[in-house]
């Protein structure tokens, strides 16, 4: 901290305190006088001083810095702030772990959340996304449960083997995302040293009217690096702080971390045919059908100066859209478009917006009115409704995304589970990962999957053993498993597997 000049301490109302170490008492002994006005609001807020921690992504670290643009993108999108090379557009970003309590440590194997907040001159533009291109499940209504499982156990509070294991293996659809988790890339080495991605697919439009599907890639310039299984282990007991340190020291020594952005596009007409569900966030976009087009570059050069109201209070969400950008039909991100903002406004509040480090920089105009901590003119005596003839703000229909056509049966409509959703992971372990990532990867699983019962063994096994035989042999090995059973296990429908091992 640094020294300044002589301040007198006051109340949060300014009145000043003439002593902060003797509460007001009746006698040298007591007891205390509820009359002692700065005791009581001293106990009340440090009551109030915790606010709810997030339910996911709880822990994490951030940073200030810039985004520039480096490559042409205006024939895709009409987004002023990439509207021209050299740009500069004002960030936040957030990194966190994903299901790990606030106290938890950073080398936890775990996704990692890459949230990034544009402050654009049309408003804010949030980028909510992950360090891995894949998701568990595709659809929201799965996400409540998903997340249960991942966290404690409801009668013992320990975090449980069968709990996490028994849904994964009975959603098939998570093949892909816990091949990645189990791997070393489940365990980066710091947030400097891993990429971040949108994961899911946004749509793109441009002043013609034009649109595309999109997706992100942030790729670090530090370098991948991870740990290995046996390294993470060590630094949870070492430095349970490793990932937040390293990115706070990194910047303050001068040494900026930097990412190269990267875009996919895909027109509508080429995702009518595609061999995958363009919007199924389970699945990538081969490069080689779409390949990444470099035209951003990211870097943070700035620490935040109260991890509280700027890190802890930053709220983002994959709403925050600005023109040129919008929302595509998976379905998991349209359940994030609601679910982000409801759970900001139950832990910071209604106005939580209006909070300095979510603040728009760009004029904001809305009819909304009133709630718990208003902190700014609360639209002064101008018009709370539209439409209305006294010169309040008015909508702007140029300003609309493009339709898309939208149709079928309103329904419960179940996604048909077929070998496509193992070819991915599949191709994961064979063509991507090398010798000592297969032999990581199975030894991860192993000493995790081990905790479960065997009947869930043998049931994720089988799946492993659809993404590709030997990735499922030889995890079953490690479990001393009979890879026969496994073998007859996968060749059997989902439904019945859940049968045979039930």
Not at 19 to 43: C, F, M, R, W, Y
Not at 281 to 299: L, N, Q, Y
Not at 395 to 417: C, E, K, N, T, W
Request: proline residues 6%; aromatic residues 10%.
């Amino acid at each position: 901290m640094k020294k300044s000049e002589k301040k007198t301490l006051t109340t949060g109302f300014g009145m000043p305190v003439d002593n902060d170490l003797n509460s007001v008492t009746a006698g040298a002994k007591g007891p205390v006088l509820i009359q002692d006005a700065h005791l009581t609001e001293k106990l009340a807020h440090f009551d109030r001083e915790r606010i709810p921690e997030r339910v996911v992504h709880a822990k994490g670290a951030g940073a200030y810095g810039y985004f520039e643009v480096s490559g042409d993108v205006s024939r895709y999108t009409r987004a002023k702030f990439l509207s021209e090379k050299g740009k500069k557009t004002d960030v936040f970003v957030r990194f966190s772990t994903v299901g790990g309590e606030r106290g938890s440590a950073d080398s936890e194997r775990d996704p990692r959340g890459f949230a990034v907040k544009f402050y654009t001159e049309e408003g804010n533009f949030d980028m909510v996304g992950n360090n891995t291109p894949v998701f568990f499940i595709r659809d929201p209504l799965k996400f409540p449960d998903f997340i249960h499982t991942q966290k404690r156990n409801p009668a013992t509070n320990l975090k449980d083997a069968d709990m996490f294991w028994d849904f994964l293996s009975l959603t098939p659809e998570s093949i892909h995302q816990v091949t990645i988790l189990f791997s070393d890339r489940g365990t980066p080495r710091s947030y400097r040293n891993m990429n971040g991605y949108t994961s899911h697919t946004y749509m793109w439009y441009n002043q013609k009217g034009e649109h595309f599907w999109i997706k992100l890639h942030f790729k670090t310039e530090q370098g991948i690096q991870n740990f290995s299984g046996e390294e993470a282990e060590r630094m949870r007991g070492s430095d349970p702080d490793c990932s937040t340190r390293d990115l706070h020291d990194a910047i303050a020594r001068g040494e900026f971390p930097s990412w190269r952005v990267e875009v996919q596009v895909m027109t509508p007409q080429q995702a009518e045919t595609y061999r995958f569900d363009p919007f199924d966030v389970t699945k990538v976009w081969p490069h080689a059908d779409f390949p990444p087009i470099p035209f951003g570059r990211m870097v943070l050069n700035r620490n935040p100066e109260n991890y509280f109201a700027e890190v802890e209070q930053a709220a983002f969400s994959p709403a925050n859209f600005v023109p040129g950008i919008a929302a595509s039909p998976d379905k998991m991100l349209q359940g994030r478009l609601f679910s982000y903002h409801d759970t900001h406004r139950h832990r910071l509040g209604a106005n939580y917006h209006l909070l300095p480090i979510n603040a728009s920089k760009a004029a904001v105009n809305t009819y909304q009115r009133d709630g718990a901590m208003r902190p700014d003119g609360n639209g002064g005596g101008g018009p709370n409704y539209w439409p209305n003839s006294f010169g309040g703000a008015e909508p702007d229909p140029a300003l609309s995304p493009p339709a898309i056509d939208v149709s079928g049966q309103a329904m419960r409509h179940a996604y048909v589970l077929g070998d496509v959703d193992f070819v991915q992971a599949g191709d994961l372990f064979r063509r991507v990962m090398t010798e000592q990532d297969r032999e990581h990867l199975v030894s991860n699983i192993v000493g995790h999957l081990g905790g479960a019962q065997k009947r869930i063994q043998l049931r994720q096994c089988a799946i492993f053993y659809k993404a590709d035989p030997e990735y499922g042999e030889r995890v079953a090995k490690g479990l001393k498993l009979d890879a026969s059973e496994v073998k007859k296990l996968a060749a059997l429908s989902q439904g019945d597997r859940v049968k045979a091992t039930s």
